[in-house]
């Protein structure tokens, strides 16, 4: 065997780690929702987001700080 296979054995290993360790808390969020019963596309955030829709999208307007009125000079 040459060094050449010892290194893409090394390199794949390693990016079949890497893709495992990202995508490790998707796919445990999957197979949650497939022991509840729930299907994988219709998340609970899409549900909360849809009962929500004649809320405000921001509270820009009301978390802004009031002007206050101008001390007067003594």
Do not use: C, W
């Amino acid at each position: 065997m040459s060094r050449n296979f010892i290194t893409a054995a090394v390199t794949i290993g390693v990016g079949v780690f890497t893709g495992y360790y990202a995508f490790q808390p998707a796919l445990q969020e999957l197979a949650i929702q497939r022991a509840h019963g729930i299907q994988p596309g219709a998340s609970s955030e899409a549900s909360t987001s849809k009962q929500n829709d004649n809320a405000p999208l921001s509270n820009a307007a009301a978390s802004a700080p009031q002007p206050s009125e101008p001390k007067k000079g003594k």
